[in-house]
C-alpha cells in the first residue's frame, strides 16, 4: 500500500525566514496530494493542495511543489510568522473512488518571533 | 455553511467498554472518512462511508466499525475497548466526488482507563 515519509520532524526557524518540508510517497497511482495544519487541541485545517496534473501551486506566503518522477512533493512558507507554528502533515490519495488519505508522521514548526 | 462536528469531545471509557461517536458532517457532503490519531503511529485511516455504504476500510480489527445514515451523518463504534485505543478520533467530510478535499471536524479525544 501507499507509504508517505515526511521530513524534518521538527522545524524551528526565525520569524520571516522561509521553512520548507518534504514529502515523498511510494504508490505511483496516487494523484492527489494536500497538506494539513494542525494546532493544538484543534483538528487538521487544509491549508493547500495539489494534484498530479500540477507542478506547483502557490496561495499568498505558502506554495507546494511536485515532482511525479521523484514521487516527492514540497510545502514552502515564506515570511513565516509566529502564528505559523503548529504542526503540519503531508498527504497523498490515490485514484480508485475512495477518499482515503495516508498521512506523513508530521512537522512541528516553530517561529521564533 | 458550518463546519464538521463531532461529539461528543471528550469521553473517558474502562477497557471492556464500548464507545460510539458522532460525526455530522458539512451540509451536501456525502463522504465522511474517519481517523484515529496517536503520537505513536499518526492519522490512520480507519473507514470511509458515501451514502450510506462503506467504501473502503483502514487495517483495523474488526472492534472498530461505522455507519452512516441517509442525511450523511456517521457513527463509528468501538467494541471491546482496549487501552490503545486512546487517541484522537478526526472525522472528514467531503462531497464525494473523488479525489476531493476532505474537511476534517475537531475530533473526539477517546480515554481508556
Known amino acids: 500500500g501507499e507509504n508517505v515519509e515526511q521530513h524534518p520532524s521538527t522545524l524551528s526557524v526565525q520569524e520571516g525566514d522561509s521553512a520548507v518540508i518534504k514529502c515523498t510517497y511510494s504508490d505511483s497511482a496516487s494523484n492527489y496530494f494536500p497538506w494539513y495544519k494542525q494546532e493544538l487541541g484543534k483538528g487538521p485545517q487544509l491549508i493547500i493542495d495539489?494534484?498530479?496534473?500540477?507542478g506547483e501551486k502557490k496561495d499568498q506566503r505558502i506554495a507546494v511543489t511536485l515532482n511525479k518522477t521523484a514521487k516527492h512533493f514540497s510545502l514552502h512558507i515564506t515570511e513565516t510568522q509566529p502564528e505559523d507554528s503548529a504542526v503540519y502533515f503531508c498527504a497523498a490519495s490515490r485514484r480508485g473512488g475512495s477518499e482515503k488519505l495516508v498521512f506523513g508522521k508530521g512537522t512541528k514548526l516553530t517561529v521564533n518571533p | 455553511k458550518a463546519g464538521v462536528t463531532q461529539t461528543p469531545r471528550y469521553l473517558i471509557k474502562t477497557r471492556g467498554q464500548q464507545v460510539t461517536l458522532s460525526c455530522s458532517p458539512i451540509?451536501?457532503?456525502?463522504?465522511v472518512s474517519w481517523y484515529q490519531q496517536t503520537p505513536g503511529q499518526g492519522l490512520q485511516f480507519l473507514f470511509e462511508?458515501?451514502?450510506?455504504?462503506?467504501?473502503n476500510k483502514g487495517n483495523f480489527p474488526g472492534r472498530f466499525s461505522g455507519r452512516q445514515f441517509s442525511n450523511s451523518r456517521s457513527e463509528m463504534n468501538v467494541s471491546t475497548l482496549e487501552l490503545g485505543d486512546s487517541a484522537l478520533y478526526l472525522c472528514?467530510?467531503?462531497?464525494?466526488?473523488?479525489?476531493?478535499?476532505?474537511?476534517f471536524g475537531p475530533g473526539t479525544r477517546l480515554t481508556v482507563l
Open positions: 495539489i494534484r498530479s496534473n500540477v
Open positions: 472528514a467530510s467531503s462531497p464525494g466526488g473523488y479525489p476531493d478535499t476532505q474537511y
Open positions: 462511508y458515501f451514502s450510506e455504504t462503506q467504501r
Open positions: 451540509s451536501g457532503h456525502r463522504s
